[in-house]
């Protein structure tokens, strides 16, 4: 093989290596950045690994939020009105941040059934839900309704 096609073999070799490496990093990284949006009534049905950070999103269900300790940690329930989760938070919340108002959380479930969630974002105004929180409500309470209706069927 002469000098010129070794040369060549080289270049083309390290910008194919180069390609592979930066495809992997992007893959990694797109895996590691990837938070699927889940409701209560999938994470009901186990459709989670709790492994896995992953975004919840549905309604703080009312009469369910408490401060504990010096009110830096903060439970309450997150309903698609089909099921409820336990969410547990530690930090500050947003101003928005209310019973009956839509939420978003991202965390990860705990052996014990309980979402401990990294961060919580609330709803910015009255008139608004994001539609990934719109659409799978609206699906939960399809179910729900399809469900009392096919109960209600039978003897």
Avoid: C, W
């Amino acid at each position: 093989m002469n000098q010129v096609r070794k040369q060549k073999f080289l270049i083309v070799g390290s910008i194919l290596a180069g390609s592979i490496v930066t495809v992997g990093l992007l893959l990694v990284a797109f895996d590691k950045g990837l938070n699927a949006f889940i409701t209560p009534t999938e994470i009901a049905e186990g459709k989670v690994n709790g492994s896995h950070n992953f975004r919840i999103g549905g309604m703080v269900k009312k009469g369910s939020l408490v401060r504990k300790g010096t009110g830096t940690q903060i439970e309450f329930i997150a309903t698609d009105f089909n099921e409820d989760i336990p969410v547990v938070y530690t930090g500050v919340l947003p101003d928005l941040f209310r019973e009956g108002q839509g939420v978003t959380a991202d965390g990860h479930m705990d052996a014990s059934g309980v979402f401990q969630a990294d961060t919580v974002l609330a709803k910015h105004d009255e008139n608004y839900m994001s539609k990934e929180v719109k659409a799978a409500m609206d699906a939960a309470e399809k179910k729900k309704t399809g469900k009392l209706a096919t109960e209600g069927a039978h003897p």
